[in-house]
């Protein structure tokens, strides 16, 4: 078998194996769904372009699709978050370097902007003409590339590159232009194969919601990220988790004793601000929602404006999934080797354009990922990950347990709008509460945890049926 692929290394394939097979061990989600559906492999047929950290948990979620019937081409939704040795696993899988026979990756850590949207473009490109018939996105970059491509396409043009432009923006227009000119009709032809997205973060989300509202959404969505068994999950208990390892891997200084301002108190704000208070620092919230800052201030958390602590902090870390929350200006004005940190989706949450326009900054590569950027004061600040997000540029992402849950809702998902097509419309769903329910249930056993059943009588006075839903809709966990 001979396939295309890009990454670092296929010699580090092996270390990569040896990890995934220990995190299948952490991922009792996705092991049995692969049992419970293996035979009837209900993804045959699928092309599945993945647009998703390449992770050592995210190779078990592809050989997981794979095993379900699916046809896959991964790419990584970050230029920094691939784990090179999980890619070259996923590309080798039972083949060898020389015979690679595995899955098609085209990831590595530390792409420019250029290779990170080829690279996006690969996966919407399938030899021999058919395309891609589903997504799997994360932050909706490979959904923006179908229909901002598609809209450019049938305006007849690419809008001109301008001052307002982030060199972000830039590039991704340079790709689309690249794109039709190589073949002007392409992206008509790649939205009409597409059968729908499912996709895993806020931010991406955000974006399904504006384009079904605007009436633009070529397919149907399923918003994997707003099952409770996800966004209650991984965006809290694993950011708590590798938060923390973001902020060790790329500057080992000691937490506790010290001054966190964390930005957002949502699920993301929440997981980070339980990490740090845990080390035992002392944790500050911005917030700009009164139900989500009365939240924080119940937790014991100080509640404040940035501007107000700019010269107490010591560690920043935004997680708000909006822009400009941390600017230039503020960080001028930090404290001496304060270090400045984002965990939300997009890099522009931390004005670093602003920064290096700053008179007199220069900046000073400590390690990969880590950036000194000392004003003409004598003063310095420590960036991670130039902005984007930490816990996978500086570390490794989340922990296997917790992606199994997200992962889990990602196969059903995928499963779902690929069986069941005809019964979505181009709106964004979410899982229905009993499957969210299954993949809790799918996790109990590993830990040992032993669930209450409901007795007949007690599950009609509670109005539910004794095998579930246990919860109304409306219910906020
Ligand atoms: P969320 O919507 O639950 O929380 C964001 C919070 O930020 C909200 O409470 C909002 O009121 C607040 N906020 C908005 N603008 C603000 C401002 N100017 N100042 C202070 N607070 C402000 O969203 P969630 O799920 O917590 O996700 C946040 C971001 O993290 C998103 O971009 C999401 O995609 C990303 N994410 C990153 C993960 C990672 O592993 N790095 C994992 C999961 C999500």
């Not at 001979?2 to 010699?11: C, G, P, Q, T, W």
């Not at 061990?25 to 209900?42: K, T, Y």
């Not at 923006?144 to 690419?158: F, P, Q, S, T, Y």
Request: a negative charge.
């Amino acid at each position: 078998m001979s396939f295309d692929y890009k990454v670092a290394d296929l010699s580090l394939h092996e270390a990569g194996r040896h990890q995934i097979r220990l995190a299948e061990h952490e991922m009792p989600g996705l092991m049995s769904l692969r049992e419970e559906f293996g035979a009837a492999q209900p993804l045959k047929g699928a092309r599945v372009a993945g647009s998703l950290h390449m992770t050592v948990q995210t190779a078990v979620l592809i050989e997981t699709l794979t095993a379900l019937g699916a046809e896959v081409r991964w790419a990584s939704c970050n230029i920094y978050s691939t784990q090179d040795e999980a890619a070259a696993a996923v590309v080798v899988g039972k083949g060898t370097p020389e015979d690679p026979q595995g899955v098609p990756v085209f990831a590595w850590k530390g792409e420019t902007l250029e290779e990170y949207w080829e690279c996006t473009e690969q996966i919407l490109t399938w030899p021999g003409g058919e395309g891609a018939n589903m997504i799997l996105d994360d932050g909706g970059d490979a959904t923006m590339l179908v229909h901002k491509g598609r809209a450019w396409e049938l305006a007849g043009a690419v809008p001109a590159t301008d001052e307002e432009d982030s060199e972000e923006v830039g590039v991704f227009k340079e790709l689309v232009r690249k794109t039709l000119k190589a073949d002007p009709t392409k992206w008509t032809k790649v939205a009409e194969q597409i059968k729908g997205v499912t996709e895993e973060t806020t931010t991406g989300v955000l974006r399904l919601y504006e384009l079904a509202a605007s009436g633009d959404l070529l397919f149907p969505a399923i918003n994997v990220n707003d099952s409770v068994t996800k966004s209650k999950f991984d965006n809290k208990y694993g950011v708590r988790h590798s938060v923390i390892d973001g902020l060790n891997r790329a500057t080992d200084v000691l937490i506790g004793g010290k001054v966190a301002v964390v930005a957002g108190f949502g699920d993301v704000g929440k997981g980070c601000a339980a990490a740090l208070a845990g080390q035992g620092a002392r944790v500050i919230v911005t917030e700009i929602d009164p139900i989500c800052a009365l939240q924080a201030a119940m937790e014991g958390y100080q509640v404040a404006r940035l501007e107000d602590v700019l010269d107490i902090a010591d560690i920043f870390v935004t997680t708000t999934g909006n822009f400009n929350i941390i600017t230039a200006e503020h960080m001028v004005k930090m404290k001496n080797k304060a270090i400045v940190s984002n965990i939300g989706h997009f890099d522009n949450e931390i004005d670093m354009a602003g920064l290096a326009r700053v008179p007199g900054v220069t900046k000073t590569q400590i390690k990969p990922q880590v950036h000194e950027w000392t004003f003409d004061n004598g003063n310095s600040i420590i960036v991670l990950s130039e902005g984007r997000l930490m816990n996978l540029g500086n570390a490794t992402g989340h922990p296997s347990f917790v992606m199994s849950n997200s992962f889990a809702n990602q196969t059903i998902a995928q499963i779902e709008l690929f069986t069941k097509n005809d019964e979505y419309d181009k709106q964004v769903y979410v899982l229905p509460k009993h499957l969210d329910e299954k993949v809790a249930r799918l996790h109990l056993d590993a830990l040992g945890a032993k669930l209450t059943e409901l007795t007949k009588a007690q599950a009609e006075y509670i109005g539910v049926d004794v095998a579930g839903p246990y919860k109304s809709e409306h219910y906020r966990y």
